[in-house]
């Protein structure tokens, strides 16, 4: 079974609003175990990067300018997802609606939301009223992330893989119960190979730091503070 765990990048909160993917970032898993293979790509988003989300990522619209268009890789990251691999993603949602606003641009149909396995969901079905962000699950699961000092797609995609292992039971499989450890005696574990990532340092001016925290403090009921 194929699936692909996919973080994004993007200029702002929502497509309908102009805003638009600057980065994309895959990992391909077969029955659940990574296989090496990841698509990565930065994109020249064609508008500029507001402050607030380059302070999310470090991507400016300097930096990204020389980067293909949407427009230029769609087709490799068309034939990287397949037609018919699961899509592995935190947050969905999010995701979807602005790789969907890409693929109408350029006439391609979207990928059946049948393919999507979102995580948050599973995540909040799992540990109903606990944090279900990235970072809190990489607490709970102890999964290095001290790389993550900003966003990421690819980086972020390799942490979701082993989160995604552990929400199905991973590592965690067959612990507690004497008869489940009997049973996975014999199976092979499998320790996931997540490369090294230097953390990305971008400097910010004073503008860019307050226009982040005013778009922090606007959000409602963000997920990284729930109780």
Known sequence: MREI?????TTGMDPVDGHKLVEIGCVELENHIPTGRTYHQYINPERDV???AAAVHGLTQERLKDEPTFGEIVGDFLDFLGTDSKLV?????FD????????KIFGFPPPD???????????R???PGSPANLDALCR????????????GALLDSELLAEVYLELLGGRQRGLGIEQEKKASSEEKIVKIERKFHEPREFSLS????????????DIKAPIWKEN
């Open 5 to 9: 765990v996919l973080d994004t990048e």
């Open 50 to 52: 507001p402050a607030e």
């Open 89 to 93: 993603i935190h947050n969905a949602e």
């Open 96 to 103: 979807m609606k602005f790789i969907n606003a890409e693929l």
């Open 113 to 123: 939301n049948k393919r999507v396995i979102d995580t948050l969901m599973m995540a």
């Open 125 to 127: 079905q799992k540990f």
């Open 140 to 151: 709970r699961f102890n999964i290095d992330n001290s790389n993550r000092t900003l966003h």
């Open 206 to 217: 004073d503008d860019e730091k307050d226009a982040h925290q005013k778009m922090l403090d």
